[in-house]
Each structure stands twice: as structure tokens, then as C-alpha cells.
């Protein structure tokens, strides 16, 4: 499975973006799929997760209704829609897929990783 993010930039505090990653490969749409940052000098750590046909969600209490994630199935598609960005969301956003079907936080469960979108939250 390979995953391609993207959708990073410069945004002020307050703004918003919305990342996207494509996953090709042999990637299954029963996997479940997830978004992980890493700011600097920190751990990463999880965001959010979305299982098998969007059933289950999961979100990280820092981005709890601020980030949606969602999918596109027919085009093996996550999205990660941030909204009220704040400079504590700056980091480097990776996609990851699990190939399990329920959705996961734990980013050992993860089988495949994305290069990386950096996103930067001005103040």
C-alpha cells in the first residue's frame, strides 16, 4: 500500500485547511485509515481514525470538534478537515492505514504510512 498526502500550507490562526490522501496499491477498502501528527521536538501522536466504511470514528480530545475526518471509498480517499486552527496544531500530518477494519489510535496498529504534509498555524 502506498499513501500520498497532501493539502499543507501557511494558514493563520483561526483558518482552516483540509488534507487529503490517496492510497493505491493493495489497499482494501475494509482497512481503516487514520491521521498522526508529529510537531517538533515532540512525539507523534495520534488524531484521528475512521474505520471500515465510516461507521466508527475516533478523534483525539485536542482536535475534538475542530478536525473532521471522513472518506471517499470510491476513490480509496481520507480526508482530515481542520477548522479553528490554532499554532499548537502546527506539525507534520501523516495518513496511515491499519488493516484492520475498526478504527484505531494506537499508531503500532498501523501497517502503511504517508510521506507527510507539514501544516503551519500562524499566530
Known amino acids: 500500500v502506498q499513501l500520498q498526502a497532501s493539502g499543507g500550507g501557511l494558514v493563520q490562526a483561526g483558518g482552516s485547511l483540509r488534507l487529503s490522501c490517496a492510497a493505491s496499491g493493495r489497499f482494501h477498502v475494509s482497512y481503516s485509515m487514520g491521521w498522526f501528527r508529529q510537531a517538533p521536538g515532540k512525539e507523534r501522536e495520534f488524531v484521528a481514525a475512521?474505520?471500515?466504511?465510516?461507521?466508527?470514528?475516533l478523534y483525539a480530545d485536542s482536535v475534538k470538534g475542530r478536525f473532521t475526518i471522513s472518506r471517499d471509498y470510491a476513490n480509496n480517499m481520507v480526508y482530515l478537515e481542520m477548522n479553528s486552527l490554532e499554532p499548537d496544531d502546527t506539525a507534520v500530518y501523516y495518513c496511515?492505514?491499519?488493516?484492520?477494519?475498526?478504527?484505531?489510535?494506537?499508531?503500532?496498529?498501523?501497517?502503511?504510512w504517508g510521506q507527510g504534509t507539514l501544516v503551519t498555524v500562524s499566530s
Open positions: 496511515a492505514v491499519s488493516n484492520t477494519a475498526v478504527a484505531v489510535t494506537t499508531g503500532s496498529r498501523y501497517n502503511y
Open positions: 475512521i474505520g471500515w466504511r465510516g461507521r466508527y470514528t
